[in-house]
């Protein structure tokens, strides 16, 4: 059973700094492209980044663009993105998903982790 | 960049027929994909490539994709089926994925 458990979320001050981590398990993680997509609650999914399955590829919506960083470990089995520079408006529950056969789409979701920037 | 136009709400009786479209320019050039997301939970795939269902979907989600509008239609509505509903595409113009508003659909 393919399983993605979002982690590092949590409170964080404008200007600051949060590593979210997605651990995959049930499939062969090296071989899959990884997404990450936002939601502020109660409002509509919003893609933000793509990898590709060695890490050479990546690809950031433009509000993101410069401020997170997408990368894996597949010895670990691990997706990361890195958030700088975050602000309120970056306050939404993080999902990491795998992307499926076809590369356009999304086939497996984790259950997010929830990200709240304030002072 | 691509946008990806839905209605906010659609409302339908148990029995009936839900249409829920997802607009775009030349969205027929793209696969289109749709996703299921009830509340609290993370989404999931109901149709791929405009008109495809994954296993474990019943036969009764089913999509269409043509010119500048898509269609995912659910037919004999359950009361299960009261969710929100995203269409995605990827666009190859800047290599981003995109997704639509969102669409509540509600079993009267």
């Known amino acids: 059973e393919v399983q993605l458990v979002e982690s590092g979320g949590g409170l964080v001050q404008p200007g600051g700094s949060l590593r979210l981590s997605c651990a995959a398990s049930g499939f062969t993680f090296s071989r899959y492209w990884m997404h990450w997509v936002r939601q502020v609650p109660g409002k509509g999914l919003v893609w933000l980044s793509l990898?590709?399955?060695?890490?050479?590829?990546?690809t950031y919506a433009d509000s993101v663009k410069g401020r997170f960083t997408i990368s894996r470990d597949n010895a670990k089995n691990t997706l990361y993105l890195q958030t700088n520079g975050l602000r309120a408006e970056d306050t939404a529950v993080y999902f990491c998903a795998r992307a499926g056969y076809s590369s356009t789409l999304i086939d497996h979701w984790g259950q997010g982790t929830l990200v709240t920037v304030s002072s | 960049s691509y946008v990806l136009t839905q209605p906010p709400s659609v409302s339908v009786a148990p029995g009936q027929t839900a249409r829920i479209t997802c607009g775009g320019n030349?969205?027929?050039?793209?696969?289109v994909h749709w996703y299921q997301q009830k509340p609290g939970q993370a989404p999931v795939l109901v149709v791929y490539d405009d008109r495809d269902r994954p296993s474990g979907i019943p036969e009764r989600f089913s999509g269409s994709n043509s010119g500048n509008t898509a269609t995912l239609n659910i037919s004999r509505v359950e009361a299960g089926d009261e969710a929100d509903y995203y269409c995605?595409?990827?666009?190859?113009?800047?290599?981003?994925?995109?997704f639509g508003g969102g669409t509540k659909l509600t079993v009267l």
């Open positions: 030349n969205i027929g050039s793209k696969s």
């Open positions: 995605q595409v990827w666009d190859s113009s800047s290599d981003h994925w995109v």
């Open positions: 990898i590709n399955n060695d890490g050479r590829r990546t």
